[in-house]
């Protein structure tokens, strides 16, 4: 059972353009999110996160969107740049501290000149 | 600063034989964690660390996988009578305290033939 859901295996998106990536939930305890970054042959690496406290969350030009009726999050990078270029994952955990995270499948973002 | 070190980087063994492999946390991390990334899926949880003690085991898929941190810093994953369903990518993560971003490493490439 895929409690957290990425369904655009890929994305590809103009250069300077919005990126949108989303992710959808099924467990209603999730109260914690996180997007992840991966280059290939290394590990993911933290970008933003967001407490179910809160509907936004924006770092720079990244900035991550929390539907917890809908249970969807989106993550919007903008504007893209070629160095976005990479596998993004959602995660969630039950609560903040709590590390047992479960990740999405995950989405290629392609980022085109 | 070093960031989190697993050795090796791709190990290949064959079947029914014992593996293990390392993991060396960002130093003054007290918190670890082992992951597995089967192709095309996002990170699975298997185990967390805090200091020596397991502070949950619950993803280890069964008996023959066995992790210790016997002196809270590296900590060495052990999988036994391996099978071909193995084989996957194993990442091991840090953090500074149980609420802070996992810092992944690359990861070890297992390859069960």
């Known amino acids: 059972d895929q409690q957290v859901k990425q369904n655009s295996p890929s994305l590809s998106v103009q250069e300077g353009r919005i990126s949108i990536l989303n992710c959808d939930y099924t467990?209603?305890?999730?109260?914690?999110f996180l997007w992840y970054k991966k280059y290939p042959a290394e590990g993911p690496t933290f970008l933003i996160s967001?407490?179910?406290?809160?509907d936004k969350n924006e770092d720079g030009r990244f900035t991550v969107f929390l539907n917890k009726s809908a249970k969807h999050l989106s993550l919007h990078i903008v504007p893209s740049q070629p160095g976005d270029s990479a596998v993004y994952f959602c995660?969630?955990?039950?609560?903040?501290?709590?590390?047992?995270?479960?990740f999405g499948q995950g989405t290629r973002l392609t980022i085109n000149p | 600063g070093a960031g989190v070190s697993q050795t090796p980087s791709n190990k290949v063994t064959e079947k029914g034989k014992y593996v293990e492999l390392r993991c060396d946390p960002i130093?003054?991390?007290?918190?670890l964690y082992w992951y597995r990334q089967s192709l095309g899926q996002g990170p699975e949880f298997l185990i967390y660390?805090?200091?020596?003690?397991?502070?949950?085991d619950s993803g280890l898929p069964n008996d023959r996988f066995f992790a210790v941190r016997p002196e809270g810093s590296v900590s060495t994953l052990k999988i036994q009578r391996t099978e071909r369903g193995d084989s996957a990518v194993y990442l091991c993560?840090?953090?500074?305290?149980?609420?802070?971003?996992?810092?992944f490493g690359n990861g070890t490439r297992l390859t069960v033939t």
């Open positions: 993560a840090s953090s500074l305290l149980p609420d802070s971003p996992l810092h």
């Open positions: 467990n209603s305890m999730f109260d914690y």
């Open positions: 967001i407490s179910s406290i809160k």
């Open positions: 995660a969630a955990s039950e609560l903040q501290g709590a590390q047992k995270l479960v």
């Open positions: 130093s003054g991390h007290t918190a």
């Open positions: 660390f805090q200091g020596t003690g397991a502070a949950d």
